[in-house]
């Protein structure tokens, strides 16, 4: 039985209808800490179980019978809470015998800083358990950064205002992402690896050409200061540390095919 939580957000809803191509529904469960939001999956034929991270005991009951656990990433961010949150989910995998847990970490989770840091913490107390593991260090969402009404000003207005990062940016869109760790959980040979799951680089220059190739008027690049950046002010000085400048083979591997191209992720994104 695979058992996947998260699978009413972004990632974790792709995997779970990913995993409907690869296996029958009887094979598959879901924990979601409100069931209804889950519908689209229990119409499938899936198990919804409820569980929340900030439930303990609802989770041992919600992990019985998993031989592999996808644990997707509690999304609250404020201090402490994903520590503790994600501390409930490894004691009840412990506790319900969870075979193999395969956990969404991130980009950096070796020695990670500010809100990244719980992935260090989480991909320890894993370790530290003795569970058989599987760490997909996602990198950044393509989709975070891609994002559509930004885009539309750059085409609207013919100029892309970015701050300068150093290197070309390996983010991953959601559902190559969300593919990989289908992938992970219906094939074997991933007990206790762990994957740098990164993109092809792109620069804002790039995106402006890209935005100028898919809308079919001028875009241009211009850099601004850090204090211009707006909302991504604060991922700044993250996204310009090494490990998103540098890319990795194992999403492609994974995937078994080039990771979606950056035209392919514009036009999406400017399509809604
Ligand atoms: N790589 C990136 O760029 C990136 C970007 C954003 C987030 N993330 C991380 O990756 C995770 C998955 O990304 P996503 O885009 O799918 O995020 P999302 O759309 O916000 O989904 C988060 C999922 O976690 C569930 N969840 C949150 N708190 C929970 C709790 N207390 N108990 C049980 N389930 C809980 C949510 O359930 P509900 O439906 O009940 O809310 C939802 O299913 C995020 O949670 C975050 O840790 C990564």
Redesign the pocket.
């Known amino acids: 039985m695979i058992v996947v939580?998260?699978?009413?957000?972004?990632?974790?809803?792709?995997v779970a209808h990913d995993l409907l191509n690869r296996r029958p529904a009887n094979e598959l469960a879901v924990?979601?800490?409100?069931p209804a939001?889950?519908a689209a999956l229990a119409e499938r034929g899936v198990e919804v179980r409820q569980?929340?991270?900030?439930?303990p005991a609802s989770l041992e009951k919600a992990f019985a019978d998993a031989d592999t656990l996808l644990f997707?990433?509690?999304?609250?961010?404020t201090p402490g809470v994903?520590e503790r949150?994600h501390r409930a989910v490894v004691d009840a995998a412990v506790a319900a015998g969870v075979g193999h847990i395969v956990y969404?970490s991130?980009?950096t989770a070796e020695d990670a800083q500010s809100f990244l840091a719980?992935?260090t913490t989480t991909e320890r107390s894993i370790r530290a358990a003795g569970l058989t593991y599987t760490f997909l260090r996602?990198?950044?969402?393509t989709?975070?950064l891609l994002v559509p009404p930004m885009l539309a000003a750059a085409v609207e207005n013919g100029e892309l205002a970015a701050p300068a990062i150093g290197h070309p940016l390996v983010?991953?869109t959601?559902a190559d992402?969300a593919h990989a760790a289908s992938t992970v959980l219906t094939s074997p040979g991933h007990e206790n690896a762990v994957y740098e799951l990164r993109g092809p680089g792109w620069t804002y220059a790039e995106l402006a050409d890209t935005l100028a190739a898919v809308s079919g008027r001028p875009v241009r690049h211009r850099e601004v200061g850090d204090d211009e950046a707006g909302p991504m002010a604060f991922i700044l000085p993250l996204l310009r540390l090494e490990q998103f400048g540098t890319p990795a083979p194992d999403l492609e591997r994974l995937l078994g095919r080039p990771a979606t191209p950056l035209e392919q992720a514009v036009r999406a994104a400017l399509a809604g």
Not at 5 to 14: E, H, I, M, Q, Y
Not at 31 to 34: I, K
Not at 138 to 141: G, H, P, R
Request: charged share 25%.
């Open positions: 939580t998260g699978a009413t957000g972004r990632f974790g809803s792709v924990v979601a800490r409100t939001r889950a569980g929340d991270y900030d439930d997707v990433s509690g999304s609250d961010t994903r949150q969404t991130a980009i719980d992935h996602n990198t950044f969402y989709e975070e983010t991953a959601i992402l």
